[in-house]
T-cell receptor, first 114, second 112 residues
Framework: AQSVTQPDIHITVSEGASLELRCNYSYGATPYLFWYVQSPGQGLQLLLKYFSGDTLVQGIKGFEAEFKRSQSSFNLRKPSVHWSDAAEYFCAVGALGNFNKFYFGSGTKLNVKP | NAGVTQTPKFQVLKTGQSMTLQCAQDMNHEYMSWYRQDPGMGLRLIHYSVGAGITDQGEVPNGYNVSRSTTEDFPLRLLSAAPSQTSVYFC???????????FGSGTRLTVV
C-alpha cells in the first residue's frame, strides 16, 4: 500500500539552528518525491521535488532534501532556520504518469523560537 | 497570472444542503485534483481529472461529484452535506509530466 509517514507532528527549533524534517514512504513504483510548505490560512507551495539523478536536491528558500532509497526516506533540511520558516511541512509521493494521484504525509508543524 | 482560484473561501452549510465549490486555473494545466485536509490526516484525494471530459475517483470520493467540461474549470459538488464533510478543501493543478502541483488557497467548509 502507498503511504507517507512524517513521524514528527510538531518540531520547535531556535532561530539560526539547523533543521531536519523526516519523511518515510512506502510506494510500489519508482517514487517521485516532493516537499510542500503551508503557511497558516494558505494553500501549499512546492519547496522541492526529486525525480531521478543526484539524490540531494535543492529547493526554494534555502531548503534541501536527500533521497535515500535503502531507507525509503526523503528528509528535508535547512542549515539555518529563519522565523519566517514557521509553517507546516508536507511530504508527498507520486509516480511518473500518475502525478494526479499523490499521497501526502500528515504534516510536521514547525515552530521557530526567537 | 491568477494561478488556481477557489471560491468561496468560507462556507457554512446545514446538513442535507448541497453546494458547489468552484475551482479555476489559467495555466493550461492538464491535471486537476480536489483534496480535503483534516487535522492530523494530511491531504486526501477526493477526485481528479487528467483532462477535459475525464474524471476519476480518489481515496475519499463518497458524497462528492465532479465534472470537467473545460480545461480551466473543475467544480466539486457536495450532494447532501454531512458534518463529516467539515474540512478545508484544496484544488490543485499541474502539467501532466511536471509532478508539481499549484494549489489554490482553499475553501473552509463547516457543516452544521
Amino acid at each position: 500500500a502507498q503511504s507517507v509517514t512524517q513521524p514528527d507532528i510538531h518540531i520547535t527549533v531556535s532561530e539560526g539552528a539547523s533543521l531536519e524534517l523526516r519523511c518515510n514512504y512506502s510506494y510500489g513504483a519508482t517514487p517521485y518525491l516532493f516537499w510542500y510548505v503551508q503557511s497558516p490560512g494558505q494553500g501549499l507551495q512546492l519547496l522541492l521535488k526529486y525525480f531521478s539523478g543526484d539524490t540531494l536536491v535543492q529547493g526554494i528558500k534555502g531548503f534541501e532534501a536527500e533521497f535515500k532509497r535503502s531507507q525509503s526516506s526523503f528528509n528535508l533540511r535547512k542549515p539555518s532556520v529563519h522565523w519566517s520558516d514557521a509553517a507546516e511541512y508536507f511530504c508527498a509521493v507520486g509516480a511518473l504518469g500518475n502525478f494526479n494521484k499523490f499521497y501526502f504525509g500528515s504534516g510536521t508543524k514547525l515552530n521557530v523560537k526567537p | 497570472n491568477a494561478g488556481v482560484t477557489q471560491t468561496p473561501k468560507f462556507q457554512v452549510l446545514k446538513t442535507g444542503q448541497s453546494m458547489t465549490l468552484q475551482c479555476a486555473q489559467d495555466m493550461n494545466h492538464e491535471y486537476m485534483s480536489w483534496y480535503r485536509q483534516d487535522p492530523g490526516m494530511g491531504l486526501r484525494l477526493i477526485h481528479y481529472s487528467v483532462g477535459a471530459g475525464i474524471t476519476d475517483q480518489g481515496e475519499v470520493p463518497n458524497g462528492y461529484n465532479v465534472s470537467r467540461s473545460t480545461t480551466e474549470d473543475f467544480p466539486l459538488r457536495l450532494l447532501s452535506a454531512a458534518p463529516s464533510q467539515t474540512s478545508v478543501y484544496f484544488c490543485a493543478s499541474s502539467f501532466r509530466d511536471s509532478g508539481g502541483y499549484t494549489f489554490g488557497s482553499g475553501t473552509r467548509l463547516t457543516v452544521v
